[in-house]
């Protein structure tokens, strides 16, 4: 077995009851980036706080590496790469606390953006140059 057929198999490999793990990383997802930015807004204590953005961002590399289970050419696409940013940005915040509300805003805006986006776009693949749309 080659590299190329490792990352990108034809046809692409299922995970078993992957749109039910799906589902529930995305709704751990969307509840712990709601309180995360509620909170932060609403001035809740950073330590109560902490565990959100943990769940956030364990959320989110779940719902990533469901995706790469599949195959990694979902990397190439532009909804791909918009979760890349999204997961980038809440890894940042850590470290540059005071401005976690602005880029906890810019994390939803991407998700919504990201996660609405017509799918001829946000399945659009730079390595193949056209979009890939599949059909789950």
Not at 56 to 80: C, K, N, R, V
């Amino acid at each position: 077995m080659d590299l190329r057929s490792l990352l990108l198999p034809e046809p692409r490999r299922r995970f078993p009851h992957g749109r039910a793990w799906n589902v529930g990383a995305r709704t751990v997802h969307l509840a712990a980036t709601g309180i995360l930015l509620g909170g932060h807004v609403f001035g809740a204590p950073a330590d109560a706080l902490i565990p959100w953005l943990w769940a956030a961002i364990a959320s989110g590399t779940a719902m990533f590496g469901l995706e790469l289970y599949t195959s990694f050419d979902w990397l190439t696409q532009i909804g791909g790469l918009v979760v890349v940013v999204k997961v980038a940005v809440l890894c940042v915040i850590p470290f540059a606390w005071s401005a976690r509300v602005p880029l906890l805003f810019v994390v939803v805006a991407l998700a919504g953006v990201g996660s609405h986006m017509p799918g001829k776009f946000r399945h659009y693949s730079l390595l193949y140059r056209r979009s890939v749309k599949e059909t789950r």
